[in-house]
């Protein structure tokens, strides 16, 4: 399956709306990373200065911050979740 901005933010999103841990597709961290290294690499390939390459840029960007956000919010959730049941 071929990962999306769109699914990306999905699931960004549904980890921030909901108190427990979100379910991720199989893959879904390979693929991300896999479709933020084709972006850079098409970036590579355009005039720096172009429209394109600053939106591919951008999205890239983008991208690594929903990932930072997302894993940061899932570790916030096990950590939570760990120290209850060691609370019990």
Do not use: C
Request: aromatic share 6%; charged share 35%.
């Amino acid at each position: 399956m071929t990962t999306t901005y769109d699914e990306i933010q999905q699931a960004w999103k549904r980890e921030l709306q909901n108190s427990e841990l979100q379910p991720l597709r199989q893959g879904f961290f390979k693929d991300l990373a896999s479709y933020i290294k084709r972006l850079k690499e098409a970036q590579r390939n355009l005039d720096p200065k172009s429209l394109k390459a600053i939106v591919m840029e951008e999205e890239a960007k983008r991208l690594e911050q929903l990932l930072t956000q997302l894993v940061d919010r899932r570790l916030e959730k096990l950590w939570t979740h760990a120290n209850k049941d060691q609370s019990t």
